[in-house]
Nanobody, 126 residues
Framework: QVRLVESGGGLVQAGGSLRLSCITSGLTFGDYAMGWFRQAPGKEREGVLCITWNGGSSTYYTDSVKGRFTISRDNAKKTLYLQMHSLKSEDTAMYYC??????????????????WGQGTQVTVSS
């Protein structure tokens, strides 16, 4: 059974930081490109960042997080991370991790055929 379990969300003041984690099981984690997505209330889900299977490169799908968010992975621990700094109220959303297929990141955000976690809520107070 494949499972992706996010954690690390919470309530933080604007300008603060959080680190999200996504622990996986049941899949060959090191073979997959992995991504973070988010969905704010009343809005569609959007791609945030993706990292290649070996952590060699990452792809930003959302310009607003450049310079503030970084993605990383530990293949030995089968865990994906999202480090978020300088958080803004507009970052408030449910954050999801996803396995995005084998190898490299899709050049444009893709929602189909991903394996999803259940999400962790991030709330930024202004």
């Amino acid at each position: 059974q494949v499972r992706l379990v996010e954690s690390g969300g919470g309530l933080v003041q604007a300008g603060g930081s959080l680190r999200l984690s996504c622990i996986t099981s049941g899949l060959t984690f090191g073979d997959y490109a992995m991504g973070w997505f988010r969905q704010a209330p009343g809005k569609e889900r959007e791609g945030v960042l993706c990292i290649t299977w070996n952590g060699g490169s990452s792809t930003y799908y959302t310009d607003s997080v450049k310079g503030r968010f970084t993605i990383s992975r530990d293949n030995a621990k089968k865990t994906l991370y999202l480090q978020m700094h300088s958080l803004k109220s507009e970052d408030t959303a449910m954050y999801y991790c996803a396995a995005q297929g084998l190898g490299n990141c899709p050049p444009t955000v893709r929602y189909e055929d991903n394996i999803w976690g259940q999400g962790t809520q991030v709330t930024v107070s202004s």
